[in-house]
T-cell receptor
Framework: DQQVKQNSPSLSVQEGRISILNCDYTNSMFDYFLWYKKYPAEGPTFLISISSIKDKNEDGRFTVFLNKSAKHLSLHIVPSQPGDSAVYFC?????????????FGAGTQVVVTP | DSGVTQTPKHLITATGQRVTLRCSPRSGDLSVYWYQQSLDQGLQFLIQYYNGEERAKGNILERFSAQQFPDLHSELNLSSLELGDSALYFC??????????????FGPGTRLTVL
């Protein structure tokens, strides 16, 4: 049962433009959401997170938006840079997942072209 | 560099064998998590330890077991290996892990190949 879904397996964007990655979830008990970036042959690297009490969190070029009513979150990267080319995973945890178990989406491969 | 270390980086073994994967968490982190990433699946949570005690279990097979030692490093033991166990195994750590808002930091992973 996939509770966190990333429906776009890939995204191609030009350098300097905005990258928008989407993530949907089904479990209304999730209250903490994270985005991780993963390069080949490396572990996931934490990017940014958001608690369910907020609807936006910003960190430099990265902004995460949370729409609880739609059970949807998105990651905006502005401006996109070649080094942003990686797989991005959305993850969630919640009050029913005591002790912080993360549920991951399948990932979105981002390619930033010059 | 997340501060989480995993050894070995690569492991090639045969079906039926047993292997041990090792993880050292970031300094000060009390929780260790193990995840499996297979080719056809995303990251799947296996098990979590907090300060030496098992706290949460996911889709971990009975052939797999883990423990966290007093120095907080953790080992994941995989036995009676099957071809389908070939995957990337990631360890993550967090400061606490007693709430859902603890950020987990991942190690570089161990790639296990079962022939």
């Amino acid at each position: 049962d996939q509770q966190v879904k990333q429906n776009s397996p890939s995204l191609s964007v030009q350098e300097g433009r905005i990258s928008i990655l989407n993530c949907d979830y089904t479990n209304s008990m999730f209250d903490y959401f994270l985005w991780y970036k993963k390069y080949p042959a490396e572990g996931p690297t934490f990017l940014i997170s958001i608690s369910s009490i907020k609807d936006k969190n910003e960190d430099g070029r990265f902004t995460v938006f949370l729409n609880k009513s739609a059970k949807h979150l998105s990651l905006h990267i502005v401006p996109s840079q070649p080094g942003d080319s990686a797989v991005y995973f959305c993850a969630a945890s919640g009050r029913t997942d005591s002790w912080g178990k993360l549920q991951f989406g399948a990932g979105t491969q981002v390619v930033v072209t010059p | 560099d997340s501060g989480v270390t995993q050894t070995p980086k690569h492991l090639i073994t045969a079906t039926g064998q047993r292997v041990t994967l090792r993880c050292s968490p970031r300094s000060g982190d009390l929780s260790v998590y193990w995840y499996q990433q297979s080719l056809d699946q995303g990251l799947q949570f296996l098990i979590q330890y907090y300060n030496g005690e098992e706290r949460a279990k996911g889709n971990i097979l009975e052939r797999f077991s883990a423990q966290q030692f007093p120095d907080l490093h953790s080992e994941l033991n995989l036995s009676s290996l099957e071809l389908g166990d070939s995957a990337l195994y990631f360890c993550a750590s967090s400061v606490g892990g007693r709430t859902s808002t603890d950020t987990q930091y991942f190690g570089p992973g161990t790639r296990l190949t079962v022939l």
